[in-house]
């Protein structure tokens, strides 16, 4: 028997009737003819849903009818097909891991194919429209787009290559060998990641053109963008880049011993991981110097040597003084900068202005001021208006060579205050190791970066959405 419906009941009112049962030839079950979906395909869908770092969210569950909404109102998303849903039928059993083995690969290679229309969408759609309509130059989409163009045929070499892989029965033996073979070519990722410092910068500042800004806007609210901004998809190649080690660790996880990619997939791995390395170091090393030709001194004593000799950033974003006032704080390799944005001239760089001297980082004290005290006389006054409280912030201070400094500065969140603190650890302890070594060696003998340092430098922007009245 099946129980009346809730909200008929409730609209209907108590009933005492008896409710008659509905005859079994005219039941659900009777009506509609169970649907089975082959062994393979509910293993692969299984395996699938276990791989955890798919990037593609899951279709949202469908909604309630209401107004008809505009065609952009939900991002556009992709089919998630599975290997499984290609294979019609196997002439022999494959084993659970085998296929989940066969998804991951399958997986790769979709990923390829989802890359190039994504690279090719942003030719097509944004550099060649803003080109035509002359909303920026081609010297300025140059800037923005760097070397873009010359990614497509080398992810289209690759998406050949591993085509060409699959067997009769859609299976691939070895992919190891030819990820081995095709990974040098990312080398080309030096280029155009170390070019998106500045590509960043310069887009950032064209938003501020009203025609820029409403062209962008018209291209991200329309469905072909899937909600994402031009940003985004110039993004889209390093975030493939760190995703290779990624999938070929969860391919050798499925590979079971003796098997042809047994000893090749660990070499892959080995080398796409220095290719990240590289592309890394030479990013933070771009973005280093991109930011240092920013800095404007007020005095020649603040152009100390650490600054020049720094080759890479640990982190920078928006801190607030005891005053309240914005400041952003760069953190090189060998010295803490705490500047003031100067206003930014539209045809160029942002520009920022050395506050007080750089702190060296091999001399630098660190002190975590505990959230909930009492702040002193004249602390954050512009910031806490009618708040005795704290949150959030830490002090800096340093004694040796220069004039005593100290300053105390508040993070927007704890996340924030957190990160800083993790870096300036970090490089307090590098720099101060670096010094004792370098006073006990011959100068080839001198400390070398760590390479751990570069991994996701270049994206460590630790910025406060608070905006803060100055005083």
């Keep these: 028997d099946f ?51 798919r990037t593609e969210a899951r279709p949202l569950p469908p909604m309630p009818i209401r107004t008809r909404q505009k065609a952009s109102s939900f991002p556009r998303r992709r089919s998630s097909q599975l290997w499984s849903d290609t294979v019609d039928s196997m002439s022999h059993e494959l084993s659970t891991k085998e296929i989940k083995r066969q998804e991951i690969i399958y997986e790769l290679t979709q990923g390829e194919k989802q890359l190039i229309e994504d690279l090719s969408l942003v ?3 944004y550099y060649e429209p803003m080109l ?15 070397t873009l163009d010359s990614l497509i045929p080398l992810h289209e070499d690759l998406l050949a290559r591993l085509e060409g892989l699959r ?11 030819t990820m081995m073979d095709w990974f040098p070519c990312l080398e080309a990722y030096i280029t155009y990641c170390c070019n998106q410092v500045g590509a960043k910068a310069l887009l950032d500042q064209k938003k501020q053109d009203r025609r820029v800004e409403h062209f962008l806007r018209l291209c991200q609210e329309s469905s072909f963008s899937r909600k994402l901004d031009l940003w985004n998809f110039l993004d889209l190649p390093r975030s493939r880049l760190v995703k290779y080690p990624l999938l070929l660790k969860e391919i050798q996880k499925s590979t079971p011993p003796e098997h042809p990619d047994e000893d090749a997939l660990p070499e892959a791995i080995e080398l796409i991981q220095k290719i990240i390395t590289e592309v890394n170091l030479k990013t933070g090393e771009a973005e280093c110097q991109f930011y240092r030709r920013g800095l404007c001194y007020s005095e020649d004593s603040q152009r100390v040597s650490e600054i020049q000799a720094s080759r890479f950033l640990y982190c920078h974003g928006e801190l607030k003084s005891t005053k309240g006032q914005k400041l952003h704080v760069f953190l090189f390799e060998l010295v803490l900068v705490l500047t003031r944005p100067l206003a930014q001239d539209r045809e160029g760089p942002a520009q920022f202005q050395v506050y007080r001297q750089p702190l060296p980082a091999a ?26 409280k704290v949150k959030n912030c830490f002090r800096v201070s340093t004694t040796g060579r220069t004039k005593s400094q100290s300053h105390s500065l508040q993070a927007n ?4 205050k957190q990160q800083w603190i993790s870096c300036l650890r970090q490089a307090m302890v590098q720099s101060r190791d670096r010094q004792a070594q370098t006073s006990h060696c011959k100068p080839s003998e001198r400390l070398s970066p760590d390479p751990a340092l570069y991994n996701n430098i270049a994206e460590l922007n630790l910025n406060s959405d608070v905006e803060m009245p100055d005083t």
């Design 132 to 146: 035509k309509l002359d909303i920026m130059t081609e010297s300025e989409l140059g800037q923005i787009f760097g």
């Design 123 to 125: 030719k097509k759609v």
């Design 413 to 416: 969140d704890s996340f924030n």
């Design 3 to 53: 129980p009346i419906n809730d909200h008929i009941q409730d609209s209907e009112g108590p009933c005492n009737k008896r409710v008659k049962p509905v005859d079994k030839s005219a039941s659900v079950t009777g009506i509609i003819t169970p649907v089975k979906t082959p062994a393979l395909k509910r293993l692969g869908q299984s395996i699938q849903r276990s791989i955890s770092f």
């Design 167 to 177: 067997g009769a029965e859609k299976t691939v033996q070895e992919v190891g060998p």
């Design 363 to 388: 001399h630098l004290h660190l002190e975590d001021l505990p959230d909930g005290e009492p702040s002193s006389s004249g602390s954050f006054r512009g910031a806490f208006t009618g708040n005795d």
